[in-house]
């Protein structure tokens, strides 16, 4: 007998309009970075940008962990496989043994994947710097 469970709805226009804002407000970052440091009446501002380029960027980051975790439990929940009835299963159920999960740091990325997020950005910033110094 097959039970034909249905695929997990995901949110994927969403999470790559995130993937897509994180470029392109890193883009515009790097260009009102050049702007702001080219005019000393503007220099008064860049705190200002920096916070709110930040809180965008954590924004953002925190709605594709959110995703991600709930596309997980959702995967997690389709493959279970269904528990048997007590009232037909004679004897006690053993739990099944644990199973070992890598360790999360910051923002539930692991190590590798935090030091990735920052290789990116890092690049991202220098490449969109460059790219505007050839420009202006």
Same mark, same amino acid.
């Given at each position: 007998m097959s039970t034909n469970?249905?695929?997990?709805r995901t949110s994927?226009?969403?999470?790559?309009?995130?993937?897509?804002?994180?470029?392109?407000?890193?883009?515009?970052?790097?260009f009102v970075y050049k702007i702001i440091f080219g005019?000393?009446?503007l220099a008064r501002l860049s705190l200002y940008f920096g916070i709110l380029y930040f809180a965008f960027l954590a924004w953002c980051i925190a709605q594709l962990n959110s995703l991600h975790r709930r596309r *997980?439990?959702?995967?997690?929940?389709?493959?279970?496989?269904?528990?048997?009835s007590t009232e037909t299963t004679p004897g006690p159920v053993s739990d099944p043994a644990?199973?070992? *999960?890598?360790?999360?740091?910051a923002f539930g990325l692991t190590?590798?994947?935090?030091?990735?997020?920052?290789?990116?950005?890092?690049?991202a910033v220098a490449t969109f710097s460059w790219a505007l110094k050839q420009l202006l």
């Open positions: 469970r249905p695929r997990p994927s226009a969403f999470e790559y309009f995130l993937y897509t804002a994180i470029i392109v407000e890193t883009a515009l970052a790097a005019d000393p009446d *997980k439990l959702a995967l997690a929940e389709a493959i279970e496989p269904e528990q048997p644990p199973t070992e *999960k890598p360790t999360r740091s190590t590798s994947q935090l030091v990735v997020v920052i290789v990116v950005f890092v690049s």
